[in-house]
C-alpha cells in the first residue's frame, strides 16, 4: 500500500509561481509512475502532467504546457510539480497519483491518490 500527501498549495496572485510536493511512503516509489492532476469546482477532474518511474520522460497537458515542470527525487520519495505564471484558471484541488503503469497514470487510473491541496490564483 503506497499512501500519499501533497503539500505546497496555497492562496496566490496571477504571475506568481508554486511548486507543489507529493510525498509517498513505502519503500516501491521507484515503481510507480506518478502523475498530477486537478479538479475545480463543478468541473471534471483534469490531468496536469505525469512523470515515468525513472524521471525520464515527462508529459504535460497543454493547458501547463511551457509552464510547468514535473519532476521526482526517488531517493525522498517525493513528486515535484512546479508552477509557474499561474492564472485564475489554474484554481483548482491539485492530486497526485501513482501507478506502475505510466499510460494508465496520465489517463487517471492511477492505483493510489492522495487527499488533494487547494490552490488558489486570484487577478
Known amino acids: 500500500q503506497v499512501q500519499l500527501v501533497e503539500s505546497g498549495g496555497g492562496l496566490v496572485q496571477a504571475g506568481a509561481s508554486l511548486r507543489l510536493s507529493c510525498a509517498a511512503s513505502?519503500?516501491?516509489?521507484?515503481?510507480?509512475?506518478m502523475g498530477w492532476f486537478r479538479q475545480a469546482p463543478g468541473k471534471e477532474r483534469e490531468f496536469v502532467a505525469a512523470i515515468n518511474r525513472s524521471g525520464g520522460s515527462t508529459y504535460y497537458a497543454d493547458s501547463v504546457k511551457g509552464r510547468s515542470t514535473i519532476s521526482r527525487d526517488n531517493a525522498k520519495n517525493t513528486v515535484f510539480l512546479q508552477m509557474n505564471s499561474l492564472k485564475p484558471e489554474d484554481t483548482a484541488v491539485y492530486y497526485c497519483a501513482g501507478g506502475r503503469i505510466f499510460s494508465a497514470v496520465v489517463a487517471g487510473h492511477g492505483d493510489y491518490w492522495g487527499q488533494g491541496t487547494q490552490v488558489t490564483v486570484s487577478s
Open positions: 513505502g519503500r516501491t516509489f521507484s515503481s510507480y509512475a
